[in-house]
């Protein structure tokens, strides 16, 4: 591993990578400003260590995880650091396993996303096979969120382990339990009328435990900070109103109502305010965003 790439190969790099992300032209402050010298930092912290360094990106849906992820590992890789880039998202449940969890434990289950509906037994194997010293291939689950199924495994990207680093992104990566006496009132419709009696969010709030050991394994910790939870619903509708104006044909993803939209959204509510609140003293780089997705300041 050496220095970051000359000028002229970022900026091809960078020219690339926004044409692709289908990104505005002045998401390049965005990079230049914030993103390469967070690059520089995680180059020298690869360098001083002899084992993967591990690092977690955490933010709301929305706030640009899986962008900033891709850039770290394009950048890096000019320098021959090599990246795996997973998500929390990549270990979800089946739609087979979530259906026995709604029925053994709570209907609410059914949907992925909250802990609880991840398969952590992959999850930890293929972090450890990413960190083990022996050379091997390692296959990196990808999930498919239109057909809300896992990709079959002939599908997923390979990748020569042992790497340099690993980028784990997800909307609750870093959570701890909340204290008992926080699941007593609901915050939304979903969880009065749905959840009434707690045995939803008191279950997801037990799982959250078992991924404790993945979280306490990263080595450095960023925070993409939405500055509410309204801007995180606007986002998500922006999304999906995107992907309605995409069209597409019969395997374009559904495009949800705005009542679906909105139902879909308060499963993660809970979580999403809590990990606004505890993460930032936790986290080793704060950006704050803005509602209009700009990174304003760095903590």
């Known amino acids: 591993m050496t ?6 190969s970022q900026r091809g790099l960078i020219d690339t990578f926004l044409r692709e992300e289908r990104l505005p032209p002045d998401f390049r402050e965005t990079i230049s400003r914030w993103y390469l010298p967070l690059a520089e930092d995680l180059l020298k912290k690869a360098n ?15 706030t640009g995880k899986s962008t900033l992820a891709k850039f770290l590992a394009l950048i890096l890789g000019l320098r021959h650091v090599s990246t795996a880039t997973l998500s929390l998202d ?3 449940l089946d739609r087979e396993r979530r259906n026995i969890l709604a029925q053994a434990v709570h209907p609410l289950l059914a949907t992925r996303g909250v802990p609880g509906t991840h398969d952590l037994t992959l999850a930890r194997r293929v972090l450890q096979d990413l960190t083990r010293p022996d050379e091997q291939v390692v296959w990196l689950p990808r999930f498919d969120k239109g057909a809300d199924e896992p990709l079959p495994t002939g599908e997923w990207p390979q990748i ?3 790497v340099d680093l690993i980028i784990l992104e997800g909307w609750f990566l ?3 339990s909340q204290p008992l006496s926080a699941l007593q009132k609901p915050v939304n419709e979903l969880e009065a009328a749905e959840d009434h009696d707690g045995r939803w969010r008191g279950y997801v709030n037990r799982e959250l435990e078992h991924y404790q050991d993945i979280f306490n394994a990263i080595d450095w910790l960023v925070m993409l900070r939405a500055p509410s939870f309204d801007s995180v619903y606007q986002w998500r509708a922006l999304q999906e109103e995107k992907l309605g104006s995409r069209g597409g044909g019969a395997n374009a ?3 949800m109502s705005a009542a679906e939209l909105r139902r879909f959204v308060q499963h993660f509510e809970r979580l999403t ?27």
């Open 3 to 8: 220095d970051l790439p000359q000028p002229q």
């Open 160 to 162: 020569s382990a042992p």
């Open 174 to 176: 870093g959570a701890q």
């Open 90 to 92: 990549d270990f979800y």
């Open 48 to 62: 001083a260590q002899p084992a993967p360094l591990i690092v977690g990106i955490n933010g709301a849906q929305g």
């Open 253 to 255: 993803p559904r495009v």
């Open 273 to 299: 305010r809590h990990c606004l609140h505890s993460i930032p003293p936790r986290a080793d780089v704060l950006f704050h965003l803005n509602p209009q997705h700009a990174v304003t300041a760095k903590e």
